[in-house]
């Protein structure tokens, strides 16, 4: 049932609980794609996921919320699997992964973000009406709510999507590559939004594509490449002999704004 009176997108804080990972590994088809990943992601920081194409970050991320089967270990949040709190968790996947012909608006995408707080099948009430057109302002998309999803460019795209993860007044914000294809006014609003949520006490966990300018935002960091080579803040994570452990060869990033 939901709650009968809310005011704006406050971000609740929720349970002070960290996300715990125990020795996590997933095998596809016989091929070892994760191994043994232990991890702590606390709330109330911003943590990335980086590693070269092909390390299991997106896999990681879809073990975390029990989309793909575990070979051994457990994803725990609250004393609880994950797998076990699907309403808790607001994830975005890569945009690649998204139908953008589905015959659906803008408002529609963000509205169904409400489903799991009214139960299915059951008319949206004017709490959720008022939750989805805040998330949609919060974004700078209300304008274009009519608009069909597939007309909209990627970055708007990926407005409304993250509107929809504010819909649903998670706990737990997993994004995938959100940053792929967008402008840098839209990555700046994304970054802010996150920021808001993990000042707020949520755990916000990101999968980002590269090693640019944008890795400075980040609190911590898990570096990848089918186990977990390092994990820490910017300073721990961002050393040259990780790096080069993960991502082979030389490596370049602004080493000059981790500090």
């Known amino acids: 049932m939901e709650q009968t009176a809310m005011n704006t997108l406050k971000f609740p804080h929720p349970v002070n609980a ?26 109330g920081r911003l943590t990335g996921i980086i590693g070269p194409n092909g390390a299991g970050k997106s896999t990681l991320m879809k073990a975390m919320l029990g989309l793909v089967n575990l070979e051994t270990g457990s994803v725990v949040y609250n004393n609880k699997p994950l797998s076990q709190q699907r309403q808790r968790v ?15 608006t803008v408002w529609d995408v963000v509205i169904m973000g409400r489903v799991r707080k009214t139960g299915w099948l059951r008319p949206f009430s004017g709490v959720s009406r008022r939750i989805a057109t805040q998330a949609l302002e919060r974004v700078g998309m209300v304008e274009y709510k009519n608009r069909p999803i597939g007309q909209l460019s990627g970055g708007q795209q990926q407005r409304v999507f993250l509107a929809r993860s504010l819909a649903q007044e998670a706990e737990i914000f997993c994004f995938d590559e959100p940053f792929v294809g967008i402008d840098q ?21 990101v999968i980002n ?8 935002n980040f609190d911590d960091l898990i570096l990848l490449n089918q186990e977990v080579i390092a994990t820490g803040n910017r300073q721990q994570v961002l050393k040259e002999d990780y790096l080069q452990q993960a991502y082979g060869g030389r490596v370049f990033f602004f080493a000059e704004k981790v500090a």
């Open 90 to 104: 607001a994830y975005v996947p890569q945009r690649s992964q998204i139908d953008w012909d589905y015959p659906a």
């Open 209 to 216: 594509h590269d090693l640019g300018e944008s890795i400075v």
């Open 18 to 43: 960290d996300l715990t990972i125990h020795h996590l590994s997933v095998n596809y088809r016989g091929v070892e794609a994760l191994r043994d990943i232990c991890l702590d992601i606390q709330p």
């Open 185 to 205: 006014k839209t990555e700046a609003v994304i970054f802010s939004l996150f920021r808001e949520l993990a000042t707020s006490g949520k755990i916000v966990i």
